[in-house]
């Protein structure tokens, strides 16, 4: 039987370095455990107590003119801890991430933490995968599940969710498996029953939303070890929108970054290769680059191929995503991200300009601050009656709806224009 010794440094903040021994425990590997384990414990609780952590957290939360609640900083400090038990004991994890900036933030941010720990950044016990779906998938889970059955250890195995997995199909999963510990950090509204959940939710713990998954998920790393978040996190707000992102070239490059090769549909780009990408700032610029002129590329090409109306007011541009994807083929950005940029860039030519693409079911809409004096999304929701809309969802400037079916989507989108169309022809006559 292997005995397990731990070589724990508590002089200087919670450097905790695990023996060589605890790093990967196998399954044919029997662990036992002296009483360093009792030790491990009490060493977690003195050092991830509110008093030692609050200065180092504050200047964090200072840095980007965040405040925070007791109660939701004690929900993260309880978070820490669990992790921290979890990587001392070389427990296997599995990081699920929604496949977008956000969700890898949170995940770079645990493996950052991780490296430290282990002093290695090849953790063959700690899988990161990306999460396509807002939800977990009982395949999802199968597949996490056989990865950590590989490896046995005295603590639990864990599965954190980061950026997704606030709904009913995710609790049942997690209700279901007590075998394994799970955690949810995530922002996005849920009105599911979450007893006896560990989640962590910015959206319904404190009403903000702009409280970004790798935001919440960077300062657990970093309660448990002082690491350089500060970038990760930045990019997390910037390419959520949040209200907290503190615009710089370098922050806004890795978003760009991050978010492209998490989507990429043509490349399965693996989690460490887009680890090792951001880390360097020359393959940073290069892929930053090269995204850029491919952004480019098709906006202009999209520009051509869609149509523009004129209104008295405002313009309306409407593009017909299914008609330029077969035509032109390209794999990046997708139809919220393109109808983005297609905003900004007909907004330098238009001013007043509402832009509307839409792919099978979906239909995207961005509103140029100057048309949002003529029309805003809560009007569209509000105004906007058809039988075959599912969802309308988005903030004032932008949004998106869900149609029934991929055959209704085009006259979703005719009426939509009608209403716009009626509107600016309303305001032109209150005007005059
Ligand atoms: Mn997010």
């Not at 977008?100 to 016990?125: P, Q, W």
Request: charged content about 25%.
């Amino acid at each position: 039987m292997t005995e397990l010794i731990l070589n724990i440094n508590t002089s200087n903040g919670l450097a905790l370095k695990v023996d060589e021994r605890l790093r990967y425990t196998y399954s044919n590997e029997i662990l036992t455990y002296n009483q360093d384990y009792i030790n491990i414990s009490s060493i977690i609780d003195n050092k991830i107590n509110k008093l030692v952590i609050s200065e180092r957290i504050g200047l964090l939360l200072r840095r980007f003119g965040i405040r925070l609640e007791n109660n939701f900083i004690n929900a993260l400090l309880d978070a820490s801890k669990l992790i921290a038990r979890k990587l001392l004991y070389g427990a296997p994890i599995v990081v699920r991430m929604h496949n977008d900036c956000d969700g890898f933030s949170g995940a770079f941010a645990i493996f950052k933490l991780a490296e430290k720990i282990f002093n290695t950044d090849k953790i063959r016990h700690i899988s990161f995968r990306a999460n396509s779906s807002i939800s977990y998938s009982l395949e999802s889970f199968n597949y996490d599940k056989s990865f950590l059955q590989l490896f046995r250890s005295i603590e639990k195995p864990l599965i954190i969710l980061i950026d997704f997995g606030s709904t009913k199909e995710t609790i049942d999963i997690i209700r279901g498996n007590t075998s394994i510990d799970f955690i949810i950090i995530d922002h996005h509204p849920y009105d599911i029953d979450i007893e006896g959940i560990r989640i962590i939710n910015s959206y319904t713990a404190i009403n903000d939303n702009s409280i970004t998954a790798g935001f919440m998920t960077a300062l657990i790393a970093y309660i448990i070890e002082e690491l350089d978040v500060y970038d990760i996190i930045n990019s997390s707000f910037i390419s959520d929108h949040s209200r907290y992102a503190l615009y710089n070239d370098h922050s806004e490059k890795l978003a760009y970054v991050i978010d492209y090769m998490m989507n990429n549909k043509s490349i399965d780009y693996s989690f460490y290769k887009i680890a090792d990408t951001i880390q360097s700032n020359e393959t940073t610029e290069s892929l930053y680059k090269d995204i850029i002129r491919k952004v480019n590329e098709v906006v202009t090409l999209a520009e051509k191929e869609g149509s523009l109306i004129q209104l008295r007011n405002l313009s309306i541009f409407i593009l017909d995503l299914n008609r330029f994807d077969s035509k032109h083929r390209y794999d990046y950005p997708k139809l919220g991200k393109l109808t983005s940029y297609l905003s900004i860039d007909l907004e330098k030519k238009y001013s007043s300009v509402l832009t509307i693409a839409y792919k099978r079911k979906s239909i995207s809409i961005r509103i140029s601050e100057s048309a949002g004096r003529v029309v805003d999304l809560r009007y569209i929701k509000d105004k906007l009656k058809h039988s075959d809309i599912v969802s309308i969802g988005g903030h004032m400037q932008a949004g998106s709806i869900i149609c029934r079916s991929d055959e209704a989507t085009e006259e979703v989108v005719d009426s939509l224009v009608d209403l716009i169309s009626q509107r600016d022809l309303s305001i032109s006559m209150y005007n005059s």
